[in-house]
């Protein structure tokens, strides 16, 4: 199932964009999904990731209190408050295996545990 992230755009710093990800085509609910972004020069790095089913949220230490993770049965979404410059990038929805919880922030922290990309959307933030 392609993923498909949308909502980016270029916004102010200090400003707010809610990103999406349908993913109502995935098999299972057995799963994590996720964000991760890239920025110019940069590797791709965990923004925040979920367990699609059952309870448990990690949050990248960058984005803790501006980002907010949530999904529906047939969405993941990516609400990013008081955006930084630093936060540009093209970001990424991702599906990875499900995980114990304990698991949930070595997976979101190391894109080579999530198998399935969507293509990307790009965030700017500058004035």
């Known amino acids: 199932v392609q993923l498909q992230a949308s909502g980016g755009g270029l916004v102010q710093p200090g400003g707010s964009l809610r990103l999406s990800c349908v993913t109502s085509?995935?098999?299972?609910?057995?799963?994590?999904i996720g964000w991760f972004r890239q920025a110019p020069g940069k590797e791709r790095e965990g923004v925040a990731c979920?367990?699609?089913?059952?309870?448990g949220i990690f949050y990248a230490e960058s984005v803790k209190g501006r980002f907010t993770i949530s999904r529906d049965k047939d969405t993941l979404y990516l609400q990013m408050n008081s955006l930084k410059p630093d936060d540009t990038a093209v970001y990424y929805c991702?599906?990875?295996?499900?995980?114990?919880?304990?698991?949930?922030?070595?997976?979101?922290?190391?894109?080579?545990?999530?198998?399935?990309w969507g293509k990307g959307t790009q965030v700017t933030v500058s004035s």
């Open positions: 085509g995935l098999p299972s609910n057995r799963v994590t």
């Open positions: 991702a599906q990875g295996p499900r995980v114990i919880l304990s698991e949930l922030s070595s997976q979101c922290s190391n894109d080579h545990r999530m198998y399935n």
């Open positions: 979920i367990r699609r089913s059952e309870s």
